[in-house]
């Protein structure tokens, strides 16, 4: 069997802690494994062919969603279909989504024009301003009062905000592969929260209940549901697809169990 990974580039040297693992466990079970980042190979749109009995979007970047829409065309297998993937993508969608099946998060605001926020901070109090489809929490901005209002400078045409939940200042990390679920917290650092050190936490019920029901929701086999612990509930922040599973001990065995188990179905 061939696996493929499209995989995110950050940097010369840098290797990823738990796919080297899983990339190796793979191979001990014959599999080819192959991987690469996107960014840095041309594609021709007529020569690109399935060459993998399974691919992994192990990125968000738009270089990753555009090969791998191309290669969906064409048929091929997915860990994460790519119609799920398209579906986090964009935050207003899956905030709706999320929302029309009871999963709690935060109330959510669409305008062109950032300053007609004013009236949800008057009602809701601080709102969290995000690009649609944003990673990585780059671009994120808390804004608590008019003042701040005034200075937020946002790309014009579609500025989407959410209802300000304060909790500890520590994001649940909510993993899942398959029906396994793990949780994790950590700091929020807009930008590069993804590569802080992680805190293993247990799971609760609840945790376990929303996540597991964001993935049916979605349609996800491997993912990851930002939580926040707020005074008046657990909230959804965010589902990422394929996450790096940071602070998890053992995962590895279990990543790749999942993904040989499913290649091998497949063929």
């Not at 969608?93 to 007609?116: F, K, M, S, W």
């Not at 400078?153 to 905000?161: D, F, I, Q, S, T």
Request: net charge neutral.
């Amino acid at each position: 069997m061939r696996i493929c990974f499209l995989m995110e580039d950050r940097g010369p040297g840098y290797v990823h802690p738990v796919m080297s693992v899983v990339f190796e466990l793979l191979r001990a079970r014959g599999c080819a494994v192959d991987w690469y980042f996107p960014e840095r190979r041309v594609f021709s749109l007529d020569d690109l062919k399935i060459e993998h009995d399974l691919y992994v979007l192990k990125s968000s970047s738009l270089m990753t969603y555009q090969v791998g829409g191309i290669l969906a065309a064409k048929g091929a297998r997915m860990i994460n279909s790519f119609a799920a993937v398209q579906r986090i993508k964009n935050k207003v969608e899956i905030n709706r989504l999320l929302r029309d099946h009871d999963v709690p998060v935060p109330d959510a605001y669409l305008t062109g024009d950032i300053r007609q926020l004013q009236s949800a901070l008057v009602t809701k109090g601080p709102l969290i301003a995000k690009p649609y489809r944003g990673r990585h929490g780059l671009g994120v901005v808390v804004i608590r009062g008019r003042e701040e209002l005034e200075r937020v400078r946002l790309p014009e045409g579609c500025v989407y905000a959410e209802a300000f939940k304060a909790g500890d200042g520590e994001d649940r990390k909510v993993y899942v592969v398959g029906d396994r679920v793990y949780a994790s917290k950590k700091r929020f650092a807009s930008g590069e929260s993804f590569l802080n050190h992680a805190q293993e936490l247990d799971v609760t019920p609840e945790m376990r209940e929303i996540a597991l029901r964001c993935g049916a929701i979605v349609g996800l086999q491997v993912y990851g549901v930002d939580m926040i612990q707020a005074d008046d509930g657990l909230w959804v922040i965010d589902v990422n697809g394929f996450p790096g599973f940071k602070g998890i001990a053992g995962v590895e065995s279990v990543l790749a169990d999942h993904l040989y188990n499913y290649a091998r179905s497949g063929s």
